[in-house]
């Protein structure tokens, strides 16, 4: 039973992280309609068009800028993933076709990790829009 | 393996770190010329003092003492465990002189990917960070690497490791493209990205041309690069892959060849794309040829060398615009796109053309695997401990000295103290 509640517990806390990250990460353009969305700072959470918007200018830059930062390290573990898929893909598989594809798969994941980090720099770089 | 072939080659490395110093100065801005050419000065100093001293121990070498993992049943080689310091060097020279050739080479080459980020930092990456940043590289982030491709470690031992029925080769990089460019540009593609633009390169949407100030020493380092690459690639040959004689010629006129088809592809490029050749992008297309033919050395016909490097030469020419124009990445001297492209396709092109000693495949699979690492799991790792440094020893110079020139600002005096300069205004794109 403390092993069933153990991995209830890590799941959990696996979906908040991703419910989290998604969250907060869906907020970086805002939705189209102006609906509710959310990002993490409570202070900035807006319901509704035009209602609630607590965000000054300056914390608008430090969420702008913890966003970039989860974005750039969600990007390095993307990268991280790839390299093991592709690593894993020796250990677990003898076919030589098998393996490319998940080699090439491994890549198309590094590839995905690098695009996110180059996004992070690219609207560091262009500034608040 | 001729000892004396083989000292001659190493012998002519440094002509290639002259050559790529020239380059990149030449390529920046005449207000930080010789801050330029101190940094590349003073990364060969402490890459060959960090490496000899630390480095060279988790290099190691093929047959000798190392780190190993179990996992799967498997033994995996990951880091060298050579006497650090190293100890022993002199006693090791009776029984052979192996361990200090490796030494020798391993000294030059870690120099040489130590200069590829000072390209692209060029203008604003500060001296200090410099050498901090080469410090990191030759202790922890090159013998990585070198001991897993030459060193006997697991990338080189692929296939007994992982594929004895099927003959899975082990990953080739016969003359540090991977090992040596691949890992500088991937280092420089993180300093660009820490150190940001210069100053009025990026202005009002628009990226701002800053030419090199002095193409003549950029098309000469050229010249002297080719003497280095046809070092660097023999020395590597006979010291990692055993080559015979032939094989060493066959480098050498490989080595030529690349250079000049990535060199004429960049010209005929430039010449169609701009109608006049560009002289800095067919340098870097000389280089960018070079590097990608170091992948796979005298293994390969000249004819495959020389469709490698068309592409290589083409390829940079394009990846240059791209970097700076859509992805905002001030590179002055074009580091990324020649040592981390032209290497990661000169990797890929090797287990394209290469001699079938395996099924085609199973040499492509290898070489991927090369990459995958080189990009999932080196570039990471050195992005980080960038960025980890950058907060101890901040990379970036100040405003103004971003505006003054890093020779006022770094070393008190410039390079050219009789001219007059006034090249604050750039014409934009």
Known sequence: MPTTACIAGWVGRLAGLFVRFFGFYSSAAGPPSGGPHLCRPKACIRKGRGEGRLESPHSKDLLAKDRELRVSWFGYLLMLSGWLLAAAALFLLNGVGERLLFVAAGLMVEALGLGLITYRYRSLQRGPQ | ?429
């Open chain 2, 1 to 429: 393996m001729s000892l004396s072939l083989c000292l001659m080659s190493l012998l002519l490395i440094p002509f290639a770190a002259a050559g790529l110093a020239l380059l990149q100065q030449g390529l920046g801005r005449s207000r930080s010329a010789a801050q330029a050419m101190l940094g590349s000065l003073c990364a060969l100093a402490t890459a060959a003092i960090v490496f000899v001293l630390l480095g060279s121990a988790w290099m190691g070498l093929a047959g000798g003492a190392a780190h190993v993992l179990h996992l799967g049943g498997r033994t995996v080689n990951w880091l060298g465990a050579e006497p650090l310091f190293a100890a022993g060097i002199r006693g090791s020279l009776t029984a052979g002189p192996g361990r200090a050739l490796v030494l020798a080479f391993g000294m030059f080459a870690v120099g040489l990917c130590g200069l590829i980020p000072i390209n692209a930092g060029s203008d604003r990456w500060r001296l200090a960070a410099v050498c901090a940043a080469t410090a990191l590289l030759a202790a922890i982030l090159f013998p990585l690497m070198a001991h897993w491709v030459w060193g006997g470690g697991w990338l080189a031992q692929l296939g007994p490791l992982f594929g004895p029925l099927s003959g899975l080769p082990g990953f080739t990089d016969m003359g540090g493209a991977a090992v040596i460019q691949v890992t500088g540009g991937l280092c420089a593609l993180s300093v660009a990205w820490i150190v940001g633009p210069r100053q009025g390169k990026y202005t009002e949407g628009s990226a701002a041309a800053i030419p090199g100030h002095n193409i003549v020493q950029v098309l000469f380092g050229c010249m002297l690069a080719l003497i280095g690459w046809i070092g660097l690639e023999a020395a590597a040959a006979m010291l990692f892959y055993s080559a015979g004689l032939g094989q060493i010629a066959l480098t050498v006129i490989n080595a030529v060849l690349a250079g000049s088809a990535g060199c004429l592809a960049a010209v005929l490029t430039t010449r169609l794309r701009y109608r006049k050749p560009d002289a800095s992008l067919s340098a870097n297309g000389w280089i960018a040829g070079l590097v990608a033919g170091s992948a796979g050395g005298g293994r390969l016909a000249p004819v495959e060398v020389i469709l490698i490097a068309l592409v290589a030469g083409t390829l940079v020419t394009f990846l240059v615009e791209l970097l700076e124009l859509r992805l905002l990445i001030d590179d002055p001297g074009g580091a990324i796109s020649v040592h981390l492209g032209a290497g990661l396709w000169g990797v890929l092109a090797y287990g394209l053309f290469a001699p079938a000693t395996a099924p085609r495949a199973e040499l492509l699979l290898s070489q991927l695997i090369g990459v995958a690492t080189l990009v999932g799991l080196m570039f990471p790792v050195i992005h980080i401990s960038h960025r980890l440094l950058n907060r101890v020893i901040p990379f970036r110079v100040d405003a103004d000295g971003d505006w003054q020139g890093m020779d006022i600002r770094e070393l008190g005096a410039g390079a050219y103290p009789e001219f007059v300069l006034h090249a604050d205004e750039f014409t934009p794109r």
